[in-house]
């Protein structure tokens, strides 16, 4: 018969334990152990130990994320970690603990929301992971309607005059962003009426109310 001898160095040391396994105590640094095959009568492999070597991996630290609350209007929202560390995988999840994952990435784009949902993001380099998960809560609100009603204090004046634009009957839940493009671009304003520049040629302006809550 033969016995296994588990030893700290590739020659004399400590004998650890003895027999076909070997539980390490808690490690925070890659370790290499040495294992001997021992006879009956004493007698060892002339070939010496063999060594084991335990990989130890930093477990890396709960991520945060870029906005822990986050407002989409009844679409999909764009959830992300702050400052994400190359080598690192983020997982997405729907639940604090356990579940399957619903996505990977520093970034993670949710399907489309008609309720409000919690997401929650962990970090892992290979098989350690992150103590906890940042949560992100995603509010689900509804758009309010277009502005029905703008004039212009005058809508027809010279080269080089200026104009007041303004919303009729504004709702006091919205805020009002005004445009000179119907999608998209850069807001000139926000406010109920907005004084343009001087206007040299004839311009068409837009304005979209957007929820004061969020949406």
């Known amino acids: 018969g033969v016995i296994y001898e588990w030893y700290n160095s590739p020659a004399a040391g400590t004998l650890l334990w003895t027999g076909t396994t070997y539980t ?4 925070n640094a890659t370790t290499d152990y040495y294992v001997q095959a021992v006879g009956t009568v004493g007698c ?3 070939s010496a130990r063999v060594k084991v070597t335990v990989t130890v991996t930093n477990r890396p630290a709960t991520p945060t994320v870029a906005s822990a609350n986050v407002t ?6 764009t ?12 997982t997405w999840y729907t639940l604090p603990a356990g579940g399957t994952s619903v996505g990977t990435g520093a970034t993670f784009s949710t399907p489309t929301l008609l309720a409000n949902a ?17 949560q992100v809560n995603v509010q689900v609100g509804s758009a309010p309607n277009p502005p029905a009603n703008v004039t212009a204090a005058n809508g027809q004046i010279c080269a080089g005059a200026t104009t007041v634009l ?29 004084t343009t520049a001087a206007l ?16």
């Open 72 to 77: 989409t209007c009844g679409g999909t929202a």
């Open 166 to 194: 303004t919303v009729n009957n504004p709702d006091a839940a919205v805020t009002y962003r005004w445009y000179t493009t119907a999608t998209a671009g850069t807001s000139l304003y926000e406010g109920i009426s907005y």
């Open 24 to 27: 390490t105590g808690t490690l």
């Open 79 to 90: 959830l992300a970690v702050n400052n994400p560390v190359a080598g690192v995988t983020y």
């Open 118 to 134: 919690v997401y929650y993001v962990e970090a892992s380099v290979g098989n350690c992971t992150s103590t906890a998960r940042a």
């Open 44 to 46: 060892t492999n002339a």
């Open 200 to 215: 040299t040629t004839t311009t068409t302006f837009y304005v979209e109310a957007v929820s004061i809550a969020g949406g």
